[in-house]
């Protein structure tokens, strides 16, 4: 069974912080920030009473005035293995469909892998144990807490439309490979052998197989096949299965193109399956994602700046912040580690927000717009904590040019991997 695991090299937003102080209502010293800047932050704020999911949406309700008629929510995370950042997403989740109509969640995952969990999201059919083992970094207790609720939620919601759990990555190309020849053995089964010729480099998982021009040249032969042939194929099957099965060879050969670290042809990739997600799926319906902090901001020519570049205000960026405490490390061979976070000085952005003195809070960053000197704080660069498969210096990011609104959650611990119970 393939599993994926992410370890290419990414910023990162990872806002630690000084050792927590002894009484959190107190907050960080705030000395070494513009009082106006601080006058902000205390005035616009709103504190949030819990990172766990299942603890009702009273204090939730301020978000709905700051999300407004955004169709794309994309909830970022400073690391993929943060627990309360599964947690507070999964609240969010609930919030969102039970309250504000969304329908869709998609994660930072592969589309086919993620498919296996919508049947089982949709239908009750199937292990979702089983299936999250695909997701690799993913494969957490938290997330399967949040496929049972979206389970759970489809079984009872009466007239309500049912949410989607789905995937807009392709670093993987195999499970949409396989896809693609059971397809054609249906509507050309003499082409079978060149197909699976073609596709032969991205049938296993291998980086070093899939980074080659061979590779990208033999998967684009496939999609012209397809493309060549629509009228044919769509008329021996039906125009969705045409149209899933040309995405399924979209995705094959997208990984190919990304096998060799290539960073912002991935970003290219997601935003543009994140638009198909949007074109075949019910008319105006809202789509939450769930990505790195690195991929929903707009910092450079990621996928939320495409996004937001296509779809303007209806695209928003949430960036999670936290403050100090533990997080997960995946790392060769299915070894998996807890790591203390680093601490930043009294200048970087976890102090900031410790200032509040709110273990949990939410942010709304376009209200400093009206301030000219509070904007262009939250523009400069700040020091944050950027890694990869490894700790590493810090470096510094902007809020206000990568992110609508911040999620802080003050102290964290690692995720939990399925594979520990």
């Excluded at 937001?308 to 999670?320: H, K």
């Amino acid at each position: 069974m393939q599993r994926l695991f992410v370890c290419v090299f990414v910023v990162v937003l990872v806002v630690a912080g000084l050792p927590p102080s002894s009484s959190a209502a107190q907050g960080q010293d705030d000395s070494a920030f513009d009082p106006e800047v601080i006058a902000w932050l205390h005035a616009n704020a709103v504190p949030l009473d819990s990172a766990e999911p299942g603890s009702g949406y009273e204090d939730l309700l301020p978000l709905q005035d700051m999300i407004g008629d955004a169709r794309i929510v994309a909830l970022g995370e400073a690391t993929h293995t943060t627990r309360e950042f599964f947690t507070m997403k999964h609240r969010l989740v609930e919030f969102l469909v039970q309250e504000m109509g969304f329908t869709v969640f998609a994660l930072e995952a592969g589309w086919p892998e993620a498919e296996r969990l919508n049947h089982y999201v949709l239908t009750g059919e199937g292990d979702p144990v089983e299936a999250l083992a695909y997701l690799g970094i993913f494969n957490t207790v938290e997330m399967l807490d949040l496929v049972l609720w979206m389970r759970d939620y489809n079984a009872t919601r009466g007239d309500a439309p049912p949410v989607q759990f789905t995937g807009f990555d392709a670093q993987a190309g195999n499970l949409a490979a396989q896809t693609v020849i059971a397809y054609v053995e249906t509507v050309d089964p003499e082409t079978v052998p060149v197909v699976e010729q073609q596709l032969g480099c991205v049938l296993v998982f291998d980086r070093d197989r899939m980074a080659t021009p061979e590779c990208r040249e033999s998967t684009q032969v496939v999609l012209s096949l397809l493309e060549t042939n629509a009228e044919e194929y769509t008329a021996l099957t039906s125009p969705e299965e045409y149209e899933i099965a040309l995405h399924h060879a979209e995705i094959a050969a997208q990984s190919a193109v990304i096998a060799p670290e290539n960073r912002y042809e991935r970003d290219r990739f997601m935003a543009d399956n994140v638009t198909w997600l949007l074109d075949h799926a019910a008319p105006n319906a809202k789509i939450i994602l769930s990505a790195h902090n690195y991929h929903v901001g707009r910092s450079g020519y990621v996928m939320g700046t495409r996004l937001a570049e296509r779809y303007g205000d209806d695209y928003l960026p949430v960036g999670f912040a936290l403050y100090g405490g533990t997080y997960g490390l995946f790392g060769g061979l299915g070894g998996y580690r807890v790591l203390d976070l680093p601490a930043l000085g009294s200048d970087s952005l976890a102090a900031f927000f410790q200032t509040t003195g709110y273990p949990f809070l939410a942010v709304d960053l376009r209200t400093a717009q009206a301030d000219r000197g509070v904007w262009q704080w939250l523009l400069r660069p700040h020091p944050v904590i950027q890694f990869g498969d490894e700790l590493a210096a810090s470096i510094t990011i902007s809020l206000g040019a990568n992110f609508d609104l911040v999620v802080y959650i003050e102290q964290t611990t690692a995720a939990r991997p399925l594979f520990w119970e």
